[in-house]
């Protein structure tokens, strides 16, 4: 995750999880060599079973994981938009500016997610910026960047 754009009227905080796609690429890849490499030995049906399974844990793993996570927080007009997009297709869910307390960090074992806190409202609730939990140290830092750019503009 990172901040991509940062001026008085305008913070976009971005996760673009490259590594977990390739990593998911190289995974599904690895195992329909295996399937078409079983196949081709004479082993038909086992060979498109592998292939199935190639097909369900790497599609399903794609499906679950790789997702593009955009926070867009607009001070002209208002409002932050939360931005997904999957392999399914885009989400986006907007609120006001003005019902966000704050960001957060939730923690979860050694991993971490940056979340923005509504307190009341229609939106009320924590709404997190990316949907999975992450390592790294950085996300104290953006949601310490988040709360400044809220102040700012208060």
Same mark, same amino acid.
């Given at each position: 995750m990172k901040i991509t754009t940062h001026t008085p009227d305008?913070?976009? &905080? @971005?996760?673009? =999880? #490259? %590594?977990i796609g390739l990593a998911m690429t190289g995974f599904t890849l690895f195992i329909v060599v295996?399937? &078409?490499a079983t #196949?081709?030995? !004479?082993? +038909?049906?086992?060979?498109?079973? &592998?292939?199935? %399974?190639?097909?369900?844990?790497g599609g399903g793993g794609f499906w679950a994981f790789v997702r593009r996570s955009q926070a867009v927080? $607009? *001070? =002209? @007009? !208002? #409002?932050? @938009?939360l931005r997904s997009r999957?392999?399914? !297709? +885009? *989400?986006?869910? *907007? $609120?006001?500016? /003005?019902e966000i307390?704050?960001?957060l960090v939730e923690a979860y074992s050694d991993s971490h997610r940056v979340v923005?806190? &509504?307190p009341g409202g229609e /939106?009320? !609730? *924590?709404? +997190?910026?990316? =949907?999975?939990?992450? /390592?790294? /140290? $950085? $996300?104290?830092a953006i949601a310490a960047t988040i709360n400044d750019w809220l102040k700012a503009g208060a």
């Open positions: 305008l913070l976009i &905080i @971005e996760d673009r =999880p #490259w %590594l295996a399937g &078409i #196949w081709a030995a !004479g082993n +038909p049906v086992k060979g498109v079973f &592998i292939l199935f %399974l190639a097909a369900l844990a927080f $607009h *001070r =002209p @007009e !208002g #409002w932050v @938009e999957t392999v399914t !297709g +885009p *989400r986006r869910v *907007r $609120h006001r500016l /003005s307390d704050g960001a923005l806190n &509504i /939106s009320k !609730g *924590r709404h +997190p910026i990316t =949907p999975v939990y992450t /390592s790294g /140290s $950085h $996300h104290a």
